[in-house]
């Protein structure tokens, strides 16, 4: 079957040379952080995302494409080709009760015995590259270099400061940057951005002879949300009407950039009246917005300045493309309670019109990341289309035939990625054994072409929110904060924005497809959750556990220190006997 592909890839009018078609594409997957099914220009979006767009117009987007409700469970799926149960990511550190850990498919890394896209593409001769966000192990054993990679610059993490080696104070104590392995040395200044292109860049120019496959994992737009002033500064009046006008301006440009079609959306519970708020507070909002964009924009100019590199050493022609963003959009209050708001102010600056400079933690909240999201419904965290679905664009070398400019419509999922780039690196590649993907080329080559059967049930489960895809339907369960902890039946090719739930009227189907979700679950060993869990509380509670000895031991030492001097002075001043 691979061969077969293959071979249509490089057929018709696009014929290649025999010595070309013996030289192996080199493959660059750009994974974005957080960005919502909108963000980039070619889906819809006010935000300057120019080379991005580009790759769009000489490649295919996805309008269907998903993946899981946060990060390093996407990652996992990404890069294996098997759920993230099944990879050992069912919930991440930041998000997992601690009656999970351990269990099977709760290693929060990468479980052993799972191989990864770099282990197959480098046993068939590549160069395996990464730089940026890992997020998918710590310790040495579960590093890049450990799992595939021959050289890597990573982040452990779930994120970072942009500007300086510093961490997300309210989640760790330092910023686990690794190079190869060992603890990375950074210089004193840099943006995120930039800092991942340059070493995606020197790790590619030390490859000789070989193809490469290099995983550039950006920062952008996780937060703490920052970029340069002047940056920002492009946005400085795109966001003043708000969050609801965004919705609907995002809605009309998904239509315009021919990603959806018309239909109706929801207005989420979590969206604000902007209208009510105060002068002040809407410029506070507007200004996290611009550096959301900025930073967007920032991340984008440096994929054009990498794309350029390659152009000049001339590997351009001979390079797939591949932009993914990890989940939807962020809408997490790092101020929703008041330790949260004590620390977020004692640790950092929160000086309105400096939201976005080095020093500081700006996100833009549920409002925003609603209209990021636009026209779906919801955003990272949830099982809603507006936190699984993503762009998601695949550009092929000139060399080998595409559908050009074209948008598939049908639905397609992270695991699909592993057998896509394994079938597009050619014939002898290692065996797909394994894998639970399908293959994209079809679609690359026909856009109208169906990727998974109808009768295919494919789960997703994080944090107790949970999905079941079959054919055009979608059964989904959110727990609080995020749903009401019940199951809901859409049609997702008719009613993209979840507007209308056919339960009811759909009763044999609603049945049946609760019964395929919990086969799914049973079959990947699916824990349910504790009672009361929610994802937002148990982030703060592992961040508790994980700062408060660190942070409060200082404190005590301190203070054991100042009673032991005052005891000592006070034995000092004290007259002795017989004096």
């Known amino acids: 079957?691979?061969?077969?592909?293959?071979?249509?890839?490089?057929?018709?009018?696009?014929?290649?040379?025999?010595?070309?078609?013996?030289?192996?594409?080199?493959?660059?997957?750009?994974?974005?952080?957080?960005?919502?099914?909108?963000?980039?220009?070619?889906?819809?979006?006010?935000?300057?995302?120019?080379?991005?767009?580009?790759?769009?117009?000489?490649?295919?987007?996805?309008?269907?494409?998903?993946?899981?409700?946060?990060?390093?469970?996407?990652?996992?799926?990404?890069?294996?080709?098997?759920?993230?149960?099944?990879?050992?990511?069912?919930?991440?550190?930041?998000?997992?009760?601690?009656?999970?850990?351990?269990?099977?498919?709760?290693?929060?890394?990468?479980?052993?015995?799972?191989?990864?896209?770099?282990q197959r593409l480098r046993a068939a001769g590549y160069a395996t590259l990464y730089a940026g966000k890992w997020h998918l192990g710590h310790d040495a054993a579960d590093?890049?270099?450990?799992?595939?990679?021959?050289?890597?610059?990573?982040?452990?993490?779930?994120?970072?400061?942009?500007?300086?080696?510093?961490?997300?104070?309210?989640l760790y104590e330092r910023a686990d940057w690794t190079r190869d392995g060992k603890?990375?040395?950074?210089?004193?200044?840099?943006?995120?951005?930039?800092?991942?292109?340059?070493?995606?860049?020197?790790?590619?120019?030390?490859?000789?002879?070989?193809?490469?496959?290099?995983?550039?994992?950006?920062?952008?737009?996780?937060?703490?949300?920052?970029?340069?002033?002047?940056?920002?500064?492009?946005?400085?009046?795109?966001?003043?009407?708000?969050?609801?006008?965004?919705?609907?301006?995002?809605?009309?440009?998904?239509v315009q950039a021919g990603v959806l079609?018309?239909?109706?959306?929801?207005?989420?519970?979590?969206?604000?009246?902007?209208?009510?708020?105060?002068p002040q507070e809407k410029a506070r909002w507007a200004r996290a917005m611009a550096a959301y964009g900025g930073m967007a924009t920032a991340m984008d100019r440096e994929v054009g300045r990498l794309v350029a590199h390659l152009k000049a050493r001339g590997q351009y022609d001979n390079t797939v493309f591949v932009f993914a963003s990890d989940n939807g959009a962020e809408a997490t209050n790092p101020e929703a309670t008041g330790f949260t708001t004590a620390m977020s102010k004692l640790l950092y600056d929160l000086t309105p019109a400096r939201q976005g400079q080095p020093g500081t933690l700006t996100y833009i909240g549920a409002s925003?990341?609603?209209?990021a999201a636009s026209p779906l419904r919801?955003?990272?965290?949830?099982?809603?289309?507006?936190?699984?679905?993503?762009?998601?664009?695949?550009?092929?070398?000139?060399?080998?035939?595409?559908?050009?400019?074209?948008?598939?419509?049908?639905?397609?999922?992270?695991?699909?990625l592993a057998p896509t780039l394994l079938d597009l690196a050619g014939p002898g590649m290692a065996d797909l054994t394994g894998l639970e993907g399908r293959s994209l080329v079809p679609a690359l080559l026909d856009p109208t072409a169906?990727?998974?059967?109808?009768?295919?049930?494919?789960?997703?489960?994080?944090?107790?929110?949970?999905?079941l895809y079959q054919g055009n339907w979608k059964l989904v369960k959110n727990l609080p904060p995020y749903g009401d902890g019940r199951w809901h039946l859409f049609n997702i090719m008719a009613d993209p924005g979840e507007t209308r739930d056919l339960a009811a009227a759909q009763p044999a189907r609603f049945a049946a497809m609760q019964a395929g979700w919990q086969r799914w679950?049973?079959?990947?060993?699916?824990?349910?959750?504790?009672?009361?869990?929610s994802a937002p509380a148990q982030i703060q509670a592992n961040a508790l556990h994980d700062l408060l000895p660190g942070r409060i031991a200082p404190l005590v030492a301190a203070l054991w220190l100042l009673l032991a001097g005052l005891w000592t002075g006070r034995r000092w001043r004290q007259p002795k006997p017989g004096r």
């Not at 890597?152 to 961490?167: I, R, T, V």
């Not at 925003?368 to 209209?371: D, E, G, S, T, V």
């Open 1 to 118: 079957m691979r061969s077969r592909l293959a071979a249509l890839l490089l057929a018709g009018t696009a014929l290649i040379t025999p010595a070309q078609a013996q030289t192996r594409p080199n493959i660059v997957l750009i994974i974005a952080d957080d960005w919502g099914f909108s963000d980039p220009g070619s889906y819809g979006s006010e935000i300057a995302t120019p080379h991005i767009d580009a790759l769009a117009r000489s490649g295919t987007r996805f309008a269907n494409f998903h993946v899981a409700a946060s990060c390093s469970p996407t990652r996992a799926m990404l890069l294996t080709g098997v759920n993230s149960h099944r990879a050992g990511l069912g919930n991440m550190p930041e998000t997992i009760p601690p009656q999970h850990r351990g269990q099977p498919g709760y290693n929060t890394v990468l479980a052993p015995g799972v191989t990864t896209l770099a």
């Open 378 to 416: 919801g955003y990272k965290f949830s099982a809603w289309e507006g936190g699984v679905r993503v762009p998601f664009i695949v550009t092929l070398p000139p060399a080998m035939r595409q559908a050009r400019g074209s948008v598939v419509a049908a639905p397609a999922h992270a695991v699909d």
């Open 143 to 170: 590093l890049p270099t450990a799992r595939g990679w021959d050289h890597a610059l990573a982040l452990s993490q779930s994120g970072a400061d942009n500007w300086e080696n510093k961490p997300n104070r309210l």
């Open 368 to 371: 925003w990341a609603n209209a």
């Open 261 to 278: 079609a018309p239909g109706p959306m929801v207005t989420m519970a979590s969206t604000r009246d902007w209208a009510i708020l105060p």
């Open 521 to 533: 679950a049973t079959a990947n060993s699916v824990l349910a959750m504790p009672p009361g869990y």
């Open 450 to 467: 169906t990727i998974h059967p109808a009768e295919e049930a494919i789960g997703h489960e994080l944090s107790g929110n949970a999905v």
């Open 183 to 254: 603890t990375a040395r950074l210089p004193q200044r840099f943006y995120s951005s930039t800092l991942i292109v340059d070493e995606a860049i020197a790790q590619i120019d030390g490859v000789q002879d070989k193809p490469f496959f290099a995983t550039l994992g950006f920062l952008a737009n996780h937060i703490p949300v920052q970029a340069s002033e002047a940056d920002i500064a492009a946005y400085r009046s795109r966001y003043l009407a708000g969050w609801t006008a965004l919705r609907a301006a995002r809605a009309k440009g998904a």
